[in-house]
């Protein structure tokens, strides 16, 4: 395939990632609201909010190793139109639920459906040089970001306007979108392995060169997207504790908009950086410099203090998630691709699901403080883990 069509699929794949992130982002802070609109009253609320939310990523922790599966067999462009049309119907039938029941039953589904960013990822990976991997995949990221961040603003604006069903339209039409744009312009020149060339899902991993090196980087990507959610139950009150007594809503988002903003901007140089030093040496750099950082939040003394730490956070964070993307697309056979960042996907997934638990379990032993120190030692360990392998990553490479 030429240089040119990888470059016009990225810029397809990034406003389609785009798109999915400012989905997912623009319904979870009204979430709660929502909730009570649909007659659920007192401590109830917080416990149907939070079962809404992780459900989706629960479901699709379980699912994504069959889409990979089909991915690879049928092409990653068709999984992103399944995924994009099938979201469609389940976020926008959000707007017309009658109980909370339904909406726990299509926030299932959705989770169940979901995929478009990892089959972007894979689509992505598997037609770029792997000496341009690391930009490649590290601006795709940026689309999620993007749209993460872009999304609640525009959900509140819709929501004061039209009310939050009208919302959950809205999400719909974006992802009907995302699908026609990947139908009429991603290119895939998909070839099916023959069946006597195929590698069931057990031979692919024991034929990766690097099997116990795959196997960390799967859980450095639970460790980054634990690390990125332990903090999100407790900053708000952490805001407050610091001495933020007005406008604490307005203060502790735009402080979590600024880790976002900085690793947007950070993450398409941090994948050129590793395309020229190599992704193994900036993913530990990377994973250092957030230890330091989290131990910098844990001793901060004001609400400005902490959203500068963590805007310069979010400088480093840019070359974690492309760092993983790229080791793995190098070390891994293109007829299996898609099922090993589908994997990868449960971990991240699961990561999102535990992260905020254990951050509310620690800080209600331990105090708001803890949790950043608690944080930074699971990344410490993470890096310690990909330190004692890198002679392993050096040669990844030759790959």
Request: charged share 10%; aromatic share 14%; proline share 4%.
């Amino acid at each position: 395939m030429q240089e040119i069509s990888w470059k016009d699929n990225l810029r397809i794949a990034w406003f389609g990632c785009f798109l999915t992130g400012a989905s997912i982002s623009l319904v979870v802070p009204f979430m709660p609201i929502f909730v009570e609109q649909l007659g659920i009253e007192g401590d109830q609320v917080a416990f149907y909010s939070g079962l809404a939310i992780s459900v989706s990523a629960i479901s699709a922790a379980f699912v994504s190793p069959i889409w990979g599966i089909l991915a690879d067999k049928y092409g990653r462009k068709p999984m992103m139109i399944r995924a994009g049309l099938a979201m469609t119907i389940t976020m926008g039938g959000l707007a017309f639920v009658p109980n909370v029941f339904w909406l726990l039953f299509l926030r299932f589904l959705n989770g169940v459906f979901t995929g478009f960013v990892p089959n972007a990822t894979a689509l992505i990976a598997s037609q770029v040089p792997k000496d341009k991997s690391g930009y490649a995949l590290g601006t795709l990221s940026t689309g999620v970001v993007a749209g993460t961040l872009t999304g609640p603003f525009v959900g509140g604006f819709i929501a004061e306007i039209f009310g939050i069903r009208n919302v959950f339209l809205l999400v719909g039409g974006f992802l009907f979108l995302a699908a026609i744009l990947t139908i009429l312009f991603i290119k895939e020149d998909f070839q099916p392995v023959p069946k006597e060339k195929a590698l069931p899902t057990r031979e692919l991993f024991t034929s990766v060169k690097y099997p116990f090196l795959l196997i960390n980087l799967f859980l450095t990507s639970f460790v980054i997207q634990f690390a990125a959610q332990s903090i999100g139950p407790i900053l708000a009150l952490y805001v407050r504790d610091l001495g933020q007594k007005e406008n604490l809503l307005f203060v502790s988002g735009l402080i979590v908009s600024s880790m976002g903003f900085s690793s947007m901007m950070s993450a398409g140089i941090m994948g050129k950086l590793g395309d020229k030093v190599g992704n193994h040496r900036l993913l530990v750099v990377a994973q250092v410099y957030s230890v330091f950082i989290y131990l910098l939040c844990a001793n901060a003394t004001s609400p400005f203090q902490l959203g500068f730490y963590r805007f310069l956070f979010g400088l480093g964070t840019g070359a974690l998630i492309p760092g993983v993307n790229a080791l793995l697309s190098k070390m891994t056979p293109k007829v299996g691709i898609s099922r090993v960042f589908a994997f990868n996907q449960v971990f991240f997934y699961l990561g999102g699901v535990i992260g905020p638990l254990a951050g509310s379990a620690v800080a209600g032993q331990f105090g708001y403080h803890s949790v950043f120190y608690a944080t930074a030692l699971c990344v410490a360990l993470s890096c310690l883990f990909n330190l004692i392998q890198f002679r392993t990553l050096l040669k990844v490479k030759e790959i």
